[in-house]
């Protein structure tokens, strides 16, 4: 039998065969889609600030290291940390005796210098040292060889002369003599009075250490208080010229300072409100941009910026991180849709609407969250109005839908006003 011969007889069986099923039922077909239920909400717009983030430290208005101006042994301690102390109020009291006895002796050395003068007060500026009673002395002598020379001038003068010419130069020269001793007079009574006065700047030198025994903080111009940080000295204790005792600040208003990179130069300005978000704390803080650095760090290319907030309540604390954001300006109609409405996977958010009865998948990029039920989007839901809510789970695209009505609608967001930050006092 050749080849082609027995191809063709298999062929035949395949095809008697083949027949023979011929009544068998075919494969079911697939059925319909399952229909999903779902829930819609509308999208909301609205206006939203611009903000720039930044975070820094908060800063004490004022903080001042308080020291030793005068060397010697701490007497008594007046204050302690959490202490609030007006300017000017004791602190600390290094023992004073020493200073009492340098005063009392720098008195006694004024006194002195008083006394060669005659005085027992240092004079005014217009004094007239010529009035005193030494410089006196020598200008009643001056006038009294003045007058016995001129006598003597009329009487040598005359024809004959009536005292011999020897009388006559002894009391001219005696006259000259006199003269010469005013002026010394004078000038001992000038040196004198320099030296009182030399005396006066040590007795009030004295007296400005007898002062500095007292420890205490700057004056104020207004009525705030300092509160004490830190204490770095005992009772009984000798601390030296210069040893820091005490770490005061002032707490209201507070500084808020942070480092924004340079991009956004041109965007924060003096004045713009900052609000503060700190650990601990339910609400956030509303101030104001008081002043921004001019110069770009070369290092981190990021500029300075300092903020004044309120503290009435001081439950913002120096030295606390915080987070700020600053309101740089406003977008109109920014797009909300209900954060449960959005469906994260594999790193992209989509929103899922309904058209013709079929779920429409919107990939979508979300903007600021604005409450714990709305989120802002950016792009991805030009033309949309409605979006699911409920049933976007289980949802892709093309799938039937069927609208329910909505059993628990997501409460619309008010948008808040821009923070308004308090007025600052004038300092």
């Known amino acids: 039998m050749s080849q082609s011969t027995a191809f063709r007889k298999l062929f035949l069986l395949f095809a008697g065969a083949l027949a023979g099923c011929g009544d068998a039922p075919a ?9 999903a239920q779902v829930q819609l909400e509308r999208v909301q717009t ?12 908060l800063y004490g208005d004022e903080e001042v290291v308080i020291s030793a101006k005068v060397p010697g042994r701490i007497a008594s301690i007046s204050a302690d940390v959490g202490d609030r102390v007006a300017g000017g109020e004791l602190l600390a009291q290094i023992d004073p005796i ?27 500026a217009s004094f007239d040292v010529s009035t005193i009673s030494p410089a006196e002395r020598a200008r ?42 005013h002026e010394v007079a004078i000038l001992e009574a000038r040196s004198l009075l320099a030296a009182a006065l030399s005396r006066k700047t040590e007795l009030d030198a004295a007296k400005q ?30 601390v030296q010229q210069g040893t820091a005792l005490f770490r005061v600040l002032l707490d209201d208003p507070i500084k808020f300072r942070g480092a924004l ?18 650990a601990g704390l339910d609400q956030p803080a509303i ?31 120096p030295g606390a991180f915080a987070r700020g954001s600053i309101t740089v300006g406003q977008d109109k109609d920014v797009m909300l849709v209900p954060r449960r409405a959005v469906v994260s996977f594999a790193g992209l958010d989509k929103v899922f609407a309904v058209a013709d009865g079929k779920a ?49 609608p997501t409460t619309i967001p008010t948008p808040s006003p821009s923070p308004q930050p308090a007025t600052q006092p004038a300092h």
């Open 209 to 238: 250490q007898l002062s500095d025994t007292r420890v205490v903080p700057p004056q104020l111009k207004d009525d705030r208080k300092f509160a004490v940080a830190s204490r770095s000295v005992s009772t009984g204790e000798f």
């Open 98 to 124: 020493d200073y009492e006895l340098e005063v009392s002796r720098r008195n006694n050395a004024l006194s002195e210098a008083l006394s060669k003068l005659g005085l027992t007060e240092l004079p005014g």
């Open 46 to 57: 609205t206006s939203l600030d611009q903000t720039v983030e930044v975070v820094g430290t």
């Open 140 to 181: 009643l002598q001056a006038a009294n060889a003045k007058a016995k020379f001129e006598r003597a001038k009329k009487l040598f003068e005359q024809q004959p002369p009536l005292i011999s010419e020897q009388d006559y130069a002894d009391l001219q020269t005696a006259y000259d003599v006199a003269l010469r001793d």
């Open 360 to 408: 429409i998948e919107n990939t979508v990029t979300l903007g600021p969250i604005v409450d714990t039920n709305w989120v802002s989007v950016v792009r991805g839901l030009e033309n949309v109005t409605d979006v699911v809510v409920v049933g976007n789970s289980r949802l892709a695209k093309g799938t039937p839908v069927e609208i329910q009505p909505t059993a628990q």
């Open 27 to 35: 494969p079911p077909a697939s059925g319909p889609k399952a229909v």
């Open 287 to 317: 101030g104001t941009i008081a002043r921004i650095s001019p110069a770009i760090d070369l290092a981190t290319r990021t500029f300075q910026v300092e903020a004044i907030f309120q503290n009435p309540t001081r439950a913002l604390r």
């Open 261 to 278: 990179p340079e991009r956004y130069a041109s965007q924060v300005q003096p004045g713009q409100a900052v609000t503060l978000r700190i």
